[in-house]
T-cell receptor
């Protein structure tokens, strides 16, 4: 039972911002939004997470709408190495629930 | 930090043979996870441990699969006997309770059962 909806694929030009959307209309009040990515032939890599405020780190920015029903992951200056499958996951943070459920994600292709 | 270390990286085995996958989590982490990834089913959580104790093994496909964590720095996932449908990439991951669901994955063990 999918908690998030993501487009199956997106393209982005190198050097431009990549904006990856995620819908999570049934998100609960205690659930965080997590983003992971998986570069081909590698293990998934944590990117960022947030509850209701926008978050930024060295990799990306996360914008969560005020009603928390959707979010956008922003890679400000995409490079070829950012080509990967990006997963949006909603889950309570830690506690007794560590069962992250990975959907199909969005395949982001960064083109030269 | 060396990250999560898995071995072997690649294994090809014959149907019916026993397969043992190994994992060394990040030092100090208190959660350890085993995931399996296939084209058909995507990334699935098989089992996870907290402080070396199995917490949830509901994702383990059947009795042929078993996982152990004898100490904080080592875990194994065993398949006995192996079948062709077990062919997949098996990922080990670890996390620290204080970091919530920030989970660090290894590079995976690519298993082919022929």
């Amino acid at each position: 039972d999918a908690k998030t909806t993501q487009p199956p694929s997106m393209d982005c030009a190198e050097g431009r911002a990549a904006n990856l959307p995620c819908n999570h209309s049934t998100i609960s009040g205690n659930e965080y939004v997590y983003w992971y990515r998986q570069i081909h032939s590698q293990g998934p890599q944590y990117i960022i997470h947030g509850l209701k405020n926008n978050e930024t780190n060295e990799m990306a920015s996360l914008i969560i709408t005020e009603d928390r029903k959707s979010s956008t992951l922003i890679l400000p200056h995409a490079t070829l190495r950012d080509t990967a499958v990006y997963y949006c996951i909603v889950n309570p943070s830690g506690g007794s629930n560590y069962k992250l459920t990975f959907g199909k994600g969005t395949l982001l292709t960064v083109n030269p | 930090d060396a990250g999560v270390i898995q071995s072997p990286r690649h294994e090809v085995t014959e149907m019916g043979q026993e397969v043992t996958l190994r994992c060394k989590p990040i030092s100090g982490h208190d959660y350890l996870f085993w995931y399996r990834q296939t084209m058909m089913r995507g990334l699935e959580l098989l089992i996870y441990f907290n402080n070396n104790v199995p917490i949830d093994d509901s994702g383990m496909p059947e009795d042929r699969f078993s996982a152990k964590m004898p100490n904080a720095s080592f875990s194994t996932l065993k398949i006995q006997p192996s079948e062709p449908r077990d062919s997949a990439v098996y990922f080990c991951a670890s996390s620290l309770w204080q970091s919530g669901n920030t989970i660090y994955f290894g590079e995976g063990s690519w298993l082919t059962v022929v």
